[in-house]
Nanobody, 125 residues
Framework: VQLQASGGGLVQTGGSLRLSCAASGRTTNNDDMAWFRQAPGKEREFVAAISTWGGGTYADSVKGRFTISRDNAKNTMTLQMNSLKPEDTAVYYC????????????????????WGHGTQVTVSS
């Protein structure tokens, strides 16, 4: 499975960006997917996850501002990011796993076996 993330860029505080993640290879519609991010000098952190049926879960820091979605027909996942803040600045990674995972484990990076190379998001103040 290969993942390609795109859509990052430079935006001012309060602006919006839309990230996309395209998957190829041996995938199924039952695979759970997620976005993580890593800021300079910090550990990688969970942002949002989405199940096969489209239900999303979010980190508290992005809840109400970010929306995760997926298009199983196109094998893509998106992250709509609104009301961006400087603290959202990071490299954003899309991740995918074979099959589903229990809700309580969706935030764990080790739950996902496939990762994209990441896309840089920079929010200026």
């Amino acid at each position: 499975v290969q993942l390609q993330a795109s859509g990052g860029g430079l935006v001012q505080t309060g602006g919006s960006l839309r990230l996309s993640c395209a998957a190829s290879g041996r995938t199924t519609n039952n695979d759970d997917m997620a976005w993580f991010r890593q800021a300079p000098g910090k550990e990688r952190e969970f942002v949002a996850a989405i199940s096969t049926w489209g239900g999303g879960t979010y980190a508290d820091s992005v809840k109400g501002r970010f929306t995760i979605s997926r298009d199983n027909a196109k094998n893509t996942m998106t992250l709509q990011m609104n009301s961006l803040k400087p603290e959202d600045t990071a490299v954003y990674y899309c991740a995918r796993r074979n099959g589903r995972i229990i809700l309580s484990a969706r935030h764990r990076a080790e739950a996902y076996g496939y990762w994209g190379h990441g896309t840089q998001v920079t929010v200026s103040s």
